[in-house]
């Protein structure tokens, strides 16, 4: 029965990683993104684009315009308020940026779930459509005294507090629409 709950959770991980690569994640203080920039004047391209480090307070600064605000924005809409933020103040005409986070360069250091109850526990690496399942299989699978019936999500509010969700694995590993998606930093608690 372990054998087969096993299999049935790799076999969800290949959807995931599919869908994975297409999504957005909101940038976060401390998130490292590579800024580049074109439709500006040769000698300032390579002053403007480089790697950015999102301060504590939400912010990258720029060349020309000081602070920008990065901290909850998508990189696709941090583009678009860089891009806008020059033409408003009439600094370039029509600049064209693109944003991207490298993990490789510490992006997202702060981006995993943790995951109790499994033959590996701690915390594993978290990506956009990451279900409960999978990181319970990111785990090595439920250890021999865990319960799936009596999971629960522990996620933190943005006001601070903390939610018990609890959440029945054993029916999800038969109708995964019963699965839940993670958040960064959710806890997957499977207890004895």
Known sequence: MKALLLLFLCALTAPWMARAQTSELPLRPGDRITLTIGGVPPEEIQQISKVYTIAENGV??????QEVKAAGLKPSELQRAVEATYR??????NPTVTISIDDALGGAPSRVVYVVGVMQPGPKPFKPGLTALQAVNAGGGPNPYASMRKAQIIRSR????????PVDLSKAIKDP????????DDQVILPE
Do not use: N
Not at 60 to 65: F, P, T, V, Y
């Open 60 to 65: 990258i600064s720029l060349l020309h315009i």
């Open 88 to 93: 408003r103040e009439e600094i370039y005409t």
């Open 158 to 165: 943005q006001d601070g507090t903390r939610q018990s969700i």
């Open 177 to 184: 629409s019963l699965d839940m998606v993670l958040q960064p």
